[in-house]
T-cell receptor, first 115, second 116 residues
Framework: AQSVTQPDIHITVSEGASLELRCNYS??????LFWYVQSPGQGLQLLLK??????LVQGIKGFEAEFKRSQSSFNLRKPSVHWSDAAEYFC?????????????FGGGTRVLVKP | DTEVTQTPKHLVMGMTNKKSLKCEQH?????MYWYKQKAKKPPELMFV???????INESVPSRFSPECPNSSLLNLHLHALQPEDSALYLC???????????????FGEGSRLTVL
């Protein structure tokens, strides 16, 4: 079945430590890939996107993500976490040949930052 | 101006009430969306408007009625809702109505709806 999976429901990280959030997809072809962040009580904000080309993409707030076709993964990373990075993170995909504007979200990973 | 504005931020309504959620963007975006988000869950797509025309309806019950009066406004009319409809309703827009860039969504802060 076609799906977007974020294996980690919760991650706790110390401030200043590195962070990696996992995202795997299961589709017949490589979709367009996105990471969004949702702070408590807020809407979602786009962190970065991958359409094609360089497999390491840079985003806002110091985040980057690496696309690995062989692993069907698009993992999000940040070298040094700040307390303000505590939020819910969603991986999302858009199928290239899908009609319409449907974006499919993964289940989300909640990041807690310890002082 | 890069905002999507939603009103009201909070809404409490009874099951017999009629209310509306409103969304506005002035970025010239060509597509607008309604998403429903339950607690600790990802957003679920409800409706998509492309060039002010309804292009996607994700089999949403008729008690939810979307409306796009013009390219900047999107409404969601609510009538005879059920308690299980309580959720955060998110509006979003995207610059393009076709292609990969439709995945680049700009979200509002949402309207938190409670149905009693």
């Amino acid at each position: 079945a076609q799906s977007v999976t974020q294996p980690d429901i919760h991650i706790t990280v110390s401030e200043g430590a590195s962070l990696e959030l996992r995202c795997n997809y299961s589709y017949g072809a490589t979709p367009y890939l996105f990471w969004y962040v949702q702070s408590p009580g807020q809407g979602l904000q786009l962190l970065l996107k991958y359409f094609s080309g360089d497999t390491l993409v840079q985003g806002i707030k110091g985040f980057e993500a690496e696309f690995k076709r062989s692993q069907s993964s698009f993992n999000l990373r940040k070298p040094s976490v700040h307390w303000s990075d505590a939020a819910e993170y969603f991986c999302a995909v858009k199928l290239i040949k899908a009609a319409g504007n449907k974006l499919t979200f993964g289940g989300g990973t909640r990041v807690l930052v310890k002082p | 101006d890069t905002e999507v504005t939603q009103t009201p931020k909070h809404l409490v309504m009874g099951m017999t009430n009629k209310k509306s959620l409103k969304c506005e963007q002035h970025m010239g975006h060509r597509a607008m969306y309604w998403y429903k988000q339950k607690a600790k869950k990802p957003p679920e797509l409800m409706f998509v408007y492309s060039y002010e025309k309804l292009s996607i309806n994700e089999s949403v019950p008729s008690r939810f009625s979307p409306e796009c009066p013009n390219s900047s406004l999107l409404n969601l009319h609510l009538h005879a809702l059920q308690p299980e409809d309580s959720a955060l309703y998110l509006c979003a827009s995207s610059p393009h109505a076709q292609g990969p860039y439709t995945g680049e969504l700009f979200f509002g802060e949402g309207s938190r709806l409670t149905v009693l």
